[in-house]
């Protein structure tokens, strides 16, 4: 379908190396959105969701400090039967410090998965690394969300 669209948008032929890349990047998304359904499924769904709906304000964060990968924040945003959360992480690389992130989008009150990538600034590995890594802190007790009116859409 990638190609298909590729080809009708231009309306030349694909090359063998764009067919490549297009399914290089098929296949990334495609590990990133399993790692997005563990998210929905392990944390999301029935454990999370009631604590977003609970809340007084739209916002929710909770932030985790590991000395090796640096301040992992994770902001939840609900409005209007949507509930937009994003993970950004920062990492000190070399002398500098790296921002990334992932946001997901998914509806705030059904119980069905629906989870999926609104936004991602991180590479392929980063991503899904940062996305499990959710799941595994929110497991252990580790994510404590607290109101955080400071949290918005933007």
Not at 51 to 73: I, N
């Amino acid at each position: 379908m990638l190609l298909q669209e590729r080809s009708h948008t231009w309306r030349k032929p694909v090359t063998s190396e764009e067919a490549q890349l297009m399914w290089k990047l098929k296949w990334a998304l495609d590990e990133i959105q399993g790692a997005i359904t563990a998210l929905d499924m392990d944390m999301w769904l029935g454990q999370l969701q009631p604590l977003v709906q609970a809340c007084d304000v739209h916002g929710m964060s909770a932030t985790f400090v590991d000395p090796k990968c640096g301040d992992t924040k994770y902001m939840c945003y609900a409005m209007c039967g949507r509930m937009v959360m994003t993970i950004q992480q920062s990492r000190m690389i070399t002398h500098a410090s790296e921002i990334s992130h992932v946001t997901v989008i998914t509806a705030e009150d059904e119980d069905t998965p629906r989870m999926g990538l609104k936004g991602i600034n991180a590479t392929k590995g980063h991503a899904v690394t940062m996305l499990r890594d959710a799941v595994v802190r929110w497991k252990a007790g580790d994510l404590d969300f607290q109101p955080d009116e400071a949290v918005r859409l933007l």
